[in-house]
Protein backbone atom coordinates (compact mmCIF):
# COMPACT_ATOMS: atom_id res chain seq x y z
CA UNK A 1 0.00 0.00 0.00
CA UNK A 2 1.53 3.20 -0.80
CA UNK A 3 2.68 5.52 2.02
CA UNK A 4 0.79 8.06 2.80
CA UNK A 5 0.76 11.75 4.77
CA UNK A 6 -2.16 12.84 6.74
CA UNK A 7 -2.45 16.77 6.88
CA UNK A 8 -4.74 18.87 8.98
CA UNK A 9 -6.45 21.66 7.46
CA UNK A 10 -8.08 24.28 9.82
CA UNK A 11 -8.99 27.94 10.43
CA UNK A 12 -12.15 29.69 9.89
CA UNK A 13 -11.63 30.02 6.43
CA UNK A 14 -10.45 26.34 5.72
CA UNK A 15 -13.70 25.18 3.53
CA UNK A 16 -13.92 28.33 1.29
CA UNK A 17 -10.40 28.27 0.60
CA UNK A 18 -10.27 24.48 -0.15
CA UNK A 19 -13.51 25.27 -2.32
CA UNK A 20 -11.56 27.72 -4.86
CA UNK A 21 -8.44 25.49 -5.60
CA UNK A 22 -9.15 22.27 -5.86
CA UNK A 23 -11.50 19.72 -8.43
CA UNK A 24 -14.44 18.50 -6.03
CA UNK A 25 -17.09 20.36 -4.28
CA UNK A 26 -15.95 20.80 -0.30
CA UNK A 27 -19.94 20.63 0.25
CA UNK A 28 -19.74 16.74 -0.30
CA UNK A 29 -17.64 16.61 2.81
CA UNK A 30 -21.10 16.86 4.85
CA UNK A 31 -21.63 12.83 3.30
CA UNK A 32 -18.25 11.14 3.68
CA UNK A 33 -14.66 11.39 1.77
CA UNK A 34 -14.27 13.70 -0.96
CA UNK A 35 -11.48 12.75 -3.47
CA UNK A 36 -9.96 15.53 -5.50
CA UNK A 37 -7.27 16.82 -7.18
CA UNK A 38 -5.16 19.95 -7.42
CA UNK A 39 -3.89 21.30 -10.73
CA UNK A 40 -1.94 23.40 -12.49
CA UNK A 41 -4.02 26.92 -14.51
CA UNK A 42 -2.94 24.80 -17.38
CA UNK A 43 -4.99 21.81 -16.01
CA UNK A 44 -2.54 19.53 -15.70
CA UNK A 45 -1.92 16.98 -12.39
CA UNK A 46 -0.24 18.08 -9.32
CA UNK A 47 -1.72 16.07 -6.15
CA UNK A 48 -4.52 13.74 -6.06
CA UNK A 49 -6.10 13.23 -2.18
CA UNK A 50 -9.05 12.35 -0.18
CA UNK A 51 -10.45 15.30 2.11
CA UNK A 52 -11.78 13.82 5.30
CA UNK A 53 -14.24 15.53 7.63
CA UNK A 54 -14.13 16.09 10.90
CA UNK A 55 -10.72 15.71 13.68
CA UNK A 56 -11.15 19.37 14.51
CA UNK A 57 -10.85 20.99 10.67
CA UNK A 58 -10.23 18.93 7.42
CA UNK A 59 -8.18 16.05 7.03
CA UNK A 60 -5.96 15.76 3.77
CA UNK A 61 -5.04 12.13 2.95
CA UNK A 62 -2.23 12.26 0.31
CA UNK A 63 0.56 10.38 -1.31
CA UNK A 64 3.46 10.91 1.29
CA UNK A 65 5.70 11.72 -1.46
CA UNK A 66 3.44 14.78 -2.49
CA UNK A 67 2.83 15.70 0.92
CA UNK A 68 6.01 18.51 1.10
CA UNK A 69 5.40 19.96 -2.43
CA UNK A 70 1.66 19.90 -1.64
CA UNK A 71 1.49 21.61 1.40
CA UNK A 72 4.38 23.97 0.27
CA UNK A 73 2.19 24.83 -2.57
CA UNK A 74 -1.42 25.29 -0.27
CA UNK A 75 0.70 27.70 1.59
CA UNK A 76 1.69 29.58 -1.63
CA UNK A 77 -2.36 29.94 -2.15
CA UNK A 78 -3.73 30.96 1.37
CA UNK A 79 -2.08 34.67 1.60
CA UNK A 80 -4.07 35.97 4.27
CA UNK A 81 -6.85 33.21 4.57
CA UNK A 82 -7.40 32.15 7.94
CA UNK A 83 -5.84 28.48 7.22
CA UNK A 84 -3.12 26.31 9.01
CA UNK A 85 -1.91 23.42 6.96
CA UNK A 86 0.01 21.20 9.70
CA UNK A 87 0.58 17.66 10.01
CA UNK A 88 -1.55 15.12 12.01
CA UNK A 89 -0.48 12.17 13.94
CA UNK A 90 -2.76 9.67 11.97
CA UNK A 91 -2.32 6.56 10.05
CA UNK A 92 -4.40 5.53 6.78
CA UNK A 93 -6.12 1.86 8.01
CA UNK A 94 -7.74 0.20 4.14
CA UNK A 95 -10.26 -2.87 4.39
CA UNK A 96 -12.88 -4.32 2.41
CA UNK A 97 -16.69 -4.56 2.47
CA UNK A 98 -18.81 -1.78 5.08
CA UNK A 99 -16.64 0.37 7.08
CA UNK A 100 -15.94 -0.19 10.42
CA UNK A 101 -17.80 2.92 12.87
CA UNK A 102 -14.82 5.21 12.05
CA UNK A 103 -14.55 4.45 8.74
CA UNK A 104 -15.76 5.93 5.36
CA UNK A 105 -16.36 4.47 1.77
CA UNK A 106 -13.84 5.16 -0.63
CA UNK A 107 -15.75 7.14 -3.27
CA UNK A 108 -14.16 6.27 -6.34
CA UNK A 109 -15.38 2.81 -6.37
CA UNK A 110 -17.46 0.72 -3.94
CA UNK A 111 -14.84 -2.47 -4.67
CA UNK A 112 -12.58 -0.31 -3.04
CA UNK A 113 -13.66 -0.98 0.23
CA UNK A 114 -13.24 1.70 3.34
CA UNK A 115 -10.22 4.09 4.88
CA UNK A 116 -10.26 5.10 8.37
CA UNK A 117 -7.89 7.22 9.95
CA UNK A 118 -6.05 5.98 13.65
CA UNK A 119 -3.14 6.78 15.80
CA UNK A 120 -1.47 3.76 15.32
CA UNK A 121 -0.12 2.35 11.91
CA UNK A 122 -1.93 -0.28 9.90
CA UNK A 123 -0.10 -4.16 10.23
CA UNK A 124 -2.99 -6.44 8.96
CA UNK A 125 -3.82 -4.93 5.20
CA UNK A 126 -3.33 -8.54 3.30
CA UNK A 127 -5.14 -6.93 0.58
CA UNK A 128 -3.48 -7.22 -3.23
CA UNK A 129 -4.27 -3.67 -3.93
CA UNK A 130 -2.53 -3.32 -7.32
CA UNK A 131 -4.80 -5.93 -8.53
CA UNK A 132 -7.82 -4.52 -7.05
CA UNK A 133 -6.91 -1.26 -8.97
CA UNK A 134 -6.14 -2.67 -12.46
CA UNK A 135 -9.83 -4.20 -12.29
CA UNK A 136 -11.69 -2.02 -11.94
CA UNK A 137 -9.21 0.85 -13.77
CA UNK A 138 -8.09 3.20 -11.07
CA UNK A 139 -5.30 5.21 -11.19
CA UNK A 140 -2.41 5.40 -8.65
CA UNK A 141 -0.45 8.69 -7.36
CA UNK A 142 2.79 8.41 -9.28
CA UNK A 143 1.72 5.43 -11.44
CA UNK A 144 -1.19 6.59 -13.93
CA UNK A 145 -1.53 10.24 -12.30
CA UNK A 146 1.92 11.80 -13.19
CA UNK A 147 2.60 15.52 -13.88
CA UNK A 148 1.68 15.53 -17.37
CA UNK A 149 -1.77 13.70 -16.44
CA UNK A 150 -4.87 15.62 -17.65
CA UNK A 151 -7.54 14.44 -15.12
CA UNK A 152 -10.42 12.80 -17.52
CA UNK A 153 -7.65 11.01 -19.72
CA UNK A 154 -7.49 8.75 -16.03
CA UNK A 155 -11.66 8.90 -15.43
CA UNK A 156 -11.51 11.44 -12.45
CA UNK A 157 -15.17 12.07 -14.00
CA UNK A 158 -16.07 8.38 -13.51
CA UNK A 159 -14.24 8.31 -9.90
CA UNK A 160 -16.20 11.25 -8.53
CA UNK A 161 -13.13 12.95 -8.39
CA UNK A 162 -14.22 16.82 -10.21
CA UNK A 163 -17.60 18.38 -10.29
CA UNK A 164 -18.63 20.28 -12.83
CA UNK A 165 -21.14 22.41 -11.33
CA UNK A 166 -19.09 23.35 -8.40
CA UNK A 167 -17.68 27.01 -10.13
CA UNK A 168 -14.06 28.38 -10.20
CA UNK A 169 -11.09 26.16 -9.33
CA UNK A 170 -7.54 26.09 -10.68
CA UNK A 171 -7.14 24.57 -13.93
CA UNK A 172 -11.08 24.62 -14.26
CA UNK A 173 -11.23 25.97 -17.55
CA UNK A 174 -9.13 23.53 -19.32
CA UNK A 175 -10.55 20.36 -17.75
CA UNK A 176 -14.36 22.39 -18.28
CA UNK A 177 -13.26 22.14 -21.83
CA UNK A 178 -12.03 19.11 -22.27
CA UNK A 179 -15.32 17.79 -21.46
CA UNK A 180 -17.79 19.54 -23.33
CA UNK A 181 -16.22 20.66 -26.37
CA UNK A 182 -13.75 17.87 -27.29
CA UNK A 183 -13.57 14.11 -27.35
CA UNK A 184 -10.66 12.43 -25.67
CA UNK A 185 -7.98 10.99 -28.10
CA UNK A 186 -5.92 9.23 -25.22
CA UNK A 187 -6.62 7.78 -22.04
CA UNK A 188 -6.34 5.02 -19.96
CA UNK A 189 -7.83 1.72 -20.47
CA UNK A 190 -7.50 -2.04 -19.24
CA UNK A 191 -5.60 -4.48 -21.56
CA UNK A 192 -4.72 -8.20 -21.38
CA UNK A 193 -1.54 -9.36 -21.64
CA UNK A 194 0.22 -12.74 -23.10
CA UNK A 195 3.79 -12.62 -22.61
CA UNK A 196 6.42 -10.81 -20.72
CA UNK A 197 6.02 -7.07 -20.18
CA UNK A 198 7.50 -4.81 -17.71
CA UNK A 199 5.21 -1.57 -16.92
CA UNK A 200 7.16 1.17 -18.70
CA UNK A 201 7.43 -0.47 -21.53
CA UNK A 202 6.20 1.03 -24.53
CA UNK A 203 3.52 -0.49 -26.34
CA UNK A 204 3.05 -0.41 -30.48
CA UNK A 205 0.40 -0.94 -33.33
CA UNK A 206 1.31 -1.80 -36.50
CA UNK A 207 5.12 -0.49 -35.54
CA UNK A 208 3.11 3.13 -34.62
CA UNK A 209 3.67 3.99 -30.79
CA UNK A 210 0.45 3.51 -29.45
CA UNK A 211 0.63 3.93 -25.29
CA UNK A 212 2.28 2.83 -22.59
CA UNK A 213 1.58 -0.06 -19.87
CA UNK A 214 1.74 1.26 -16.83
CA UNK A 215 0.62 -1.19 -14.20
CA UNK A 216 0.59 -5.25 -14.51
CA UNK A 217 -1.06 -7.45 -11.76
CA UNK A 218 -0.53 -11.15 -14.08
CA UNK A 219 -2.48 -10.82 -17.40
CA UNK A 220 -4.14 -8.05 -16.83
CA UNK A 221 -2.93 -4.38 -16.75
CA UNK A 222 -3.56 -0.46 -17.04
CA UNK A 223 -2.33 1.14 -20.59
CA UNK A 224 -2.16 4.93 -21.32
CA UNK A 225 -3.28 4.53 -24.88
CA UNK A 226 -4.08 6.43 -28.12
CA UNK A 227 -7.26 5.30 -29.54
CA UNK A 228 -7.04 6.16 -32.60
CA UNK A 229 -4.00 3.49 -32.90
CA UNK A 230 -4.85 1.27 -29.90
CA UNK A 231 -7.26 -1.17 -32.29
CA UNK A 232 -6.56 -5.05 -32.69
CA UNK A 233 -3.67 -6.81 -31.07
CA UNK A 234 -0.56 -4.59 -30.22
CA UNK A 235 3.26 -5.39 -28.91
CA UNK A 236 4.88 -4.33 -25.45
CA UNK A 237 8.34 -6.20 -25.24
CA UNK A 238 7.90 -9.52 -25.57
CA UNK A 239 4.09 -9.51 -24.96
CA UNK A 240 0.52 -9.09 -27.12
CA UNK A 241 -1.42 -6.66 -25.77
CA UNK A 242 -5.31 -6.52 -26.28
CA UNK A 243 -7.97 -3.70 -24.69
CA UNK A 244 -10.69 -5.52 -22.87
CA UNK A 245 -13.11 -2.45 -22.52
CA UNK A 246 -13.76 -2.30 -26.84
Not at 88 to 115: I, N, V
Not at 201 to 214: C, F, H, R, S, V
Request: glycine content about 10%; some cysteine; overall charge negative.
Amino acid sequence: MTKRRILQISGTDAQEFLQGLITNDVERLRDGLVYAALLTPQGKYIADFFLVPGHDGILLDVADSLGDALAQRLTMYKLRADVTITQAPLHLHRGLGEPPEDGFADPRHTALGWRAYRDAPQTDDDVDWTALRVAHLIPETGVELTPDTFILEVGFERLSGVDFRKGCYVGQEVTARMKHKTELRKGLAQVCISGAAETGTEITANGKPAGTLLSRTEDAGIAYLRFDRAKGEMSAGEATITRNDT
